[in-house]
């Protein structure tokens, strides 16, 4: 239980430290994109929220169905990713990214979810945006393969941490509060870069 308060309170830190956007410098050099694939999702406040997010959201669902959501997310993600490294076009992209932030935020205010299909549906859509910003920014220098696997091993390590998170923070009156406030924060945040 220490670990997971000591992962709790180490997340703000990690959010102001990081940058408003994912984007690794295009001459960036690493062994076959390992480094650069596995930082992306880390170098972005955008990403990074929206993925511990739902982590922390999939706790509202039954044990056996708490992977059903970051799962879907994922793989909209590889898709999107995929679509990227091709080079196709998808117009709006960091629009659709905040709003994630945006969406998800307002879920863990209210604590509020849809419909299991429609839950599935808003989550793949943010995931195939997310991917997409990976895989378009790819550094020239990184292997492709190597790169996917790499922003996929993040992602599911950051929905495993809202995972965490979200079981610890649920269990107390503080916790919860903690929770909306995180999920106010994100949403203004949202409409913030949106403006």
Known sequence: MKSIKQLIWAWPILAVSSIAFAHPETGSHSLYGMNTGFLHPLTGLDHLLAMVAIGALSVTRSAGKIWHLPA??????????????????????ETVILGSMIVLGAALLFKRTLSVRLDFLVVLFFGLA??????????????????????????TLLHLSGILAGTALRETKAGSLLMKASGLAMLVTGFIWLS
């Open 72 to 93: 879907t997310f994922l793989f909209g993600m590889f898709i999107g990713g995929i679509a990227g490294l091709l080079g196709a076009q998808v117009p709006s992209t």
């Open 130 to 155: 997310h991917g997409h910003a990976h895989g378009f920014e790819i550094p020239s220098a990184a292997h492709p393969i190597i790169y996917v696997l790499g922003f996929m091993t993040t992602t």
